[in-house]
C-alpha cells in the first residue's frame, strides 16, 4: 500500500497544541485525504488541524481529568461516557486500517478501540514513562497496555524508549523516530528579525528566550535564579503559557519576579504562534526542564533558527546536544551552573556564532520532516 493512502485514525487526548499535538500535525498532514484525527477534547488544535486542512472529529468533550498520583483507569472509569466512546472510537476505526494513538489517554481508549475493531494499534510515546511523570498504576497501565495491544510504539527519543524498556515494556515493539521539522519556517529574513526587536522592546542587553508552557518540570523558576546571578542587562521574555492547569505555578513565577527584583527584566509573553521569529530575536535560548525531557521541540526549533541554546542535561535533550559543540548542557535544576554557562555563552560572541551555525546545520540534517515521514511511512507499512 502506498503510505499516503493508508487510512488512518489518529488520535490525541488534547484540545490544546502542546509538541505531542504539533508533532502529530507534521505527521498527519501527508495522510490526510485519507485519515482523520480524533480528539478527546476541543479546543484550539482542532482549528489549527482545520487550518492545515487535515479532517477531525471530537469524540468526546466531556473532560477527561488524570492527575499523575491518580489513576488512568479510575479517571476513565468515572467519566460516564467511557464505554460510549470506546464504542465510538471503534466504530469508526473500522473504516480505517489503523489506530494511531499520540496520547497516554489516546493509548487507553485506542488499545480498547483497537480490540474491539480488529484494527492495529500504534502507539507514538512522546512521555518519559518514570515516576517523575506517572504514578506507578499510570506507569503499569501504559505498559500493560502497550505491550499486548500495540503492534508499534514510536519513541519520540532513545531516553524515552529507555524508561519504556525500564517500566517493563517490550524493547522488540520499540522504534526510535526524533520528531521532524520543516526547516524553511525556521529561517527568518533579518528586517523580520530586527522589526520584531523594535516591536517587543529587545534591542536593550542581552536577551535569553525561554519557550515552554508554565509548568514546574519546565523549570522558568531556574532560568529566573539564575538571572539573578547574571550583569543586570541580562533579561529574558518567557513564551508559554500553562496549558494544563498550572495557574498556581503562574502566579508563583510573577511573585518570584518581584521578589527577586526582575521585574524591568522579565517579560512574559504567553502563547505565541510566531516562535520562529521570537527565537531569532533572542541572542540565546535556554531550555530549563527540572525532570528529564522525552524529547524537547524547542531545542530544535533553536538550533533551527541559528539560535545558540543551553539544554538541561537529561532524557532527549542529551541526545540533541553535544556540549561546546552545537550547544551547551547544564544540570538540570542548578540555576548557578546555567549562569555562569550564560556568562561564558555571553562573553564569547564568535564562538556562540559558530555553534549556533553547526547546530543549524546539524538540525537540517538530522530533524528534516520529509525524512522522518518517510521512515514512519516505512514502520507503519510494516505493520499494516
Ligand atoms: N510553543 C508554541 N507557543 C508557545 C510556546 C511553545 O507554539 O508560546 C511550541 C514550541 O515551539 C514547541 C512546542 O510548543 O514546538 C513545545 O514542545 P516541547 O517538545 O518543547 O515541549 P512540550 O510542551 O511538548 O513538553
Ligand atoms: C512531549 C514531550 C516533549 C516532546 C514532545 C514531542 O510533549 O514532553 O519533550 O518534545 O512530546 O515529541
Not at 267 to 279: A, E, K, T, V, W
Not at 317 to 322: K, N, P, V
Request: aromatic letters at 6%; charged letters at 15%; a neutral charge.
Amino acid at each position: 500500500m502506498n503510505s499516503p493512502s493508508m487510512k488512518i485514525l489518529f488520535l490525541d487526548q488534547s484540545g490544546t497544541p502542546g509538541g505531542a499535538e504539533l508533532c502529530l500535525l507534521d505527521i498527519a498532514k501527508p495522510y490526510r485525504e485519507h485519515s482523520i484525527v480524533g480528539l478527546l477534547a476541543d479546543g484550539p488544535f482542532r482549528a489549527l488541524l482545520a487550518q492545515h486542512e487535515i479532517p477531525t472529529t471530537v469524540f468526546t468533550t466531556q473532560t477527561i481529568n488524570v492527575r499523575k498520583e491518580s489513576s488512568l483507569l479510575t479517571s476513565l472509569r468515572s467519566t460516564s461516557q467511557l464505554l460510549p466512546l470506546v464504542q465510538a472510537v471503534a466504530g469508526t476505526a473500522r473504516s480505517y486500517d489503523l489506530i494511531y494513538a499520540n496520547t497516554p489517554k489516546a493509548l487507553v481508549i485506542g488499545a480498547l478501540a483497537s480490540l474491539w475493531s480488529q484494527r492495529p494499534l500504534v502507539y507514538h510515546l512522546h512521555d518519559i514513562i518514570s515516576p517523575d511523570h506517572f504514578s506507578k498504576i499510570n506507569r503499569t497501565v501504559l505498559v500493560t497496555l502497550a505491550n499486548r495491544v500495540a503492534k508499534l510504539v514510536i519513541a519520540n527519543s532513545q531516553a524515552s524508549q529507555t524508561a519504556f524498556v525500564a517500566a517493563g515494556g517490550r524493547s522488540q515493539l520499540c522504534r526510535v523516530v526524533y520528531n521532524g521539522f520543516d526547516s524553511d519556517r525556521y529561517v527568518i529574513a533579518p528586517a523580520e528579525t530586527e522589526h520584531l526587536r523594535t516591536t517587543l522592546a529587545l534591542t536593550d542587553g542581552f536577551w535569553i528566550g525561554h519557550f515552554s508552557r508554565l509548568s514546574p518540570w519546565k523549570g522558568q523558576h531556574i532560568l529566573l535564579k539564575a538571572l539573578t546571578l547574571c550583569p543586570d542587562d541580562t533579561k529574558a521574555i518567557l513564551v508559554g503559557d500553562a496549558l494544563f492547569g498550572e495557574d498556581e505555578y503562574v502566579l508563583e513565577l510573577h511573585r518570584q519576579v518581584k521578589q527577586l527584583g526582575l521585574e524591568g527584566r522579565v517579560r512574559f509573553l504567553g502563547f505565541r504562534s510566531d516562535i520562529p521569529q521570537l527565537m531569532s530575536a533572542c541572542n540565546l535560548v535556554t531550555h530549563t526542564s527540572t525532570a528529564p525531557e522525552p524529547f524537547g521541540r524547542v531545542i530544535v526549533e533553536s538550533m533551527l533558527c541559528g539560535t545558540p541554546v543551553i539544554a538541561a542535561a537529561a532524557g532527549g535533550a542529551t541526545e540533541l546536544i553535544d556540549t561546546g559543540e552545537n550547544g551547551w548542557l547544564c544540570p538540570p535544576g542548578e540555576p548557578e551552573i546555567l549562569a555562569k554557562v550564560i556568562l561564558t555563552c555571553r562573553s564569547a560572541p564568535q564562538q556562540r556564532q559558530q555553534i549556533a551555525q553547526l547546530a543549524q546545520e546539524q538540525a537540517r540534517d538530522r530533524f528534516d520532516i520529509a525524512a522522518i515521514n518517510t521512515l514512519i511511512a516505512q514502520h507503519l507499512q510494516s505493520i499494516v
